[in-house]
């Protein structure tokens, strides 16, 4: 997979991205997002990124491009390529 390269003020855009793409189903519980939903419908906490996995790799399973445990991400993601760009670069760099 190719190495992706995302500008500091997309890094800066990502939490924004983040909250308007992403929390209604996934937390990052590092920096006190909650998901809003409950149930089947709520993804996992997203605060800690495997060292095996980068923005690049994100963005891959977010595109439906590549499975995570078998499965594709749902629902598809809306948002812009560079929001999700910005969204991958601020997990990654949540530590």
């Given amino acids: 997979m190719a190495v992706m390269t995302v500008t500091p003020r997309a ?19 590092a920096v006190e997002i909650e998901a809003t939903v409950s149930g089947r419908i709520r993804g996992p906490d997203l605060s800690t990124v495997e060292p095996d996995h980068d923005a690049a790799w994100i963005v891959s399973v977010v595109k439906q491009e590549t499975k995570l445990s078998g499965r594709q991400h749902r629902p598809p993601f809306r948002g812009t390529d560079d929001q999700l760009d910005a969204i991958a670069a601020w997990l990654v760099g949540l530590e």
């Fill in 11 to 29: 890094q800066e855009d990502g939490e924004t991205a983040f909250k308007a793409a992403c929390a209604r189903c996934h937390s990052v519980k």
